[in-house]
Every structure is written in C-alpha cells, then in structure tokens.
C-alpha cells in the first residue's frame, strides 16, 4: 500500500517551487474556479510544471457561469459552476501559453451533464 502526501491550497496561488512537476492533474476543480479566475490558475499551473510538462483536466460543457442551488453533483447545498466550450477553452490554453494535445467529450454523461477531457503541454521554455 502507498501512502500520498495532500495539500490544501489555493489553486490561484500554489505554493509550490517553480518547475516542480511533470505533471498537474486537476479533476473536477477547474469549472468551481470563476472564469475571471482561470488565467491565474494556468498561470500557477504552468509555473509549476517542468518544461514539456502534462496539464490534464475536465470541464463542464456548456455556457456561463454562477452559484447553482442544488447541483446533482453536490447534495449540501448551492455550489459555483462555470461552463465551457472545447473552443473556448482551447483558447484559454493557447492564450495561456499551453499546447493543446487533445480535447474530447466524454463518451457518456456524467449525473446528466456533459463533460470534456483536455491534455495540454509546457512548452520548453
């Protein structure tokens, strides 16, 4: 058996070393985080990765962006969601500075709710 170490931090201001990873992995946060936000949160992201780096992660499909009072996902009350296009979120990345490996929806719904799966890379610089 393999014991983990876990952290509690912010996404926005991860208090990692520059360069410390091969790879982040963000399963199900990235759509909690409002869309004002998200380019800090591939900021910290790309600082932390190693070059050619692995940024992999979901996203709720759809538009817009607010508190939600009772998600299927989350049965204690209201909850923040922002929804995302695969095109807009290519942009983000790119914008961002990240190469977009791959981009799919997955192949059923997930509580009623489309959901996408993106691959990025670090450049090398």
């Keep these: 058996m393999h014991n983990g170490i ?3 931090m912010d996404m926005r201001n991860l208090e ?3 360069n410390t ?3 982040v992995w963000a399963n199900g946060c990235i759509y909690h985080v409002p869309k004002s936000e998200l380019s800090q ?3 910290e992201v790309i600082r932390v990765l190693k070059p050619l780096g692995i940024f992999s992660f979901n996203a709720k499909a759809g538009t817009g962006e607010g508190l939600e009072d009772n ?3 989350f049965a204690r009350g209201p909850r923040f969601y922002a929804y995302y296009t695969i ?3 290519k942009e983000h990345l790119q914008e961002a500075g990240l190469e977009v490996i791959e981009a799919k929806n997955y192949p059923q719904k997930i509580l009623s ?3 996408f799966h993106i ?3 670090k450049s090398i610089s």
Excluded: A, Q
């Design 6 to 8: 876990f952290y509690l």
């Design 16 to 18: 990692f070393p520059n």
């Design 21 to 23: 990873f091969d790879g």
């Design 41 to 43: 949160v591939l900021k």
């Design 71 to 73: 998600p299927k996902s």
């Design 87 to 89: 095109s807009e979120t």
């Design 113 to 115: 709710e489309k959901i």
């Design 119 to 121: 691959w990025t890379r």
